[in-house]
């Protein structure tokens, strides 16, 4: 089992920042892929971003605003947010594969990661 706790969510207003981390219970180094999903309030999950043995994988929307990182040194994960828009107020989840996988491309769906944190909030205002 491993247990996944998001921090770092808040309120900020349209063009901030923010810094999200997971805390695993376990060694991120041989979790696999790890990433971020976001869901919005009568909207379907979203794949955020990932980060594997493979490399980092974003979604479009967020390319070139938001970073991923892990330190496995700390067991976390982070997702630093920057240039933030009203699109991107979600809650958002820490997700991990559990079995040391490569991310994939179809790891946007979300099925492929066994553990998944509880969420942090975001919002963003105009």
């Known amino acids: 089992q491993v247990q996944l706790v998001e921090s770092g969510g808040g309120s900020v207003q349209a063009g901030g920042s923010l810094r999200l981390s997971c805390a695993a219970s376990?060694?991120?180094?041989?979790?696999?892929?790890m990433g971020w999903f976001r869901q919005a309030p009568g909207k379907e999950r979203e794949g955020v971003a990932v980060?594997?043995?493979?490399?980092?994988i974003y979604t479009e929307a967020v390319t070139g605003r938001f970073t991923i990182s892990q330190n496995n040194a700390k067991k976390t994960l982070h997702l630093e947010m920057s240039s933030l828009e009203p699109d991107d107020a979600a809650m958002y989840y820490c997700?991990?594969?559990?079995?040391?996988?490569?991310?994939?491309?179809?790891?946007?769906?979300?099925?492929?990661?066994?553990?998944w944190g509880q969420g942090t909030q975001v919002t963003v205002s105009s």
């Open positions: 997700a991990a594969d559990g079995f040391g996988r490569a991310c994939t491309g179809s790891w946007q769906s979300g099925t492929r990661f066994a553990y």
């Open positions: 376990r060694n991120t180094y041989d979790l696999g892929c």
């Open positions: 980060n594997g043995p493979n490399g980092v």
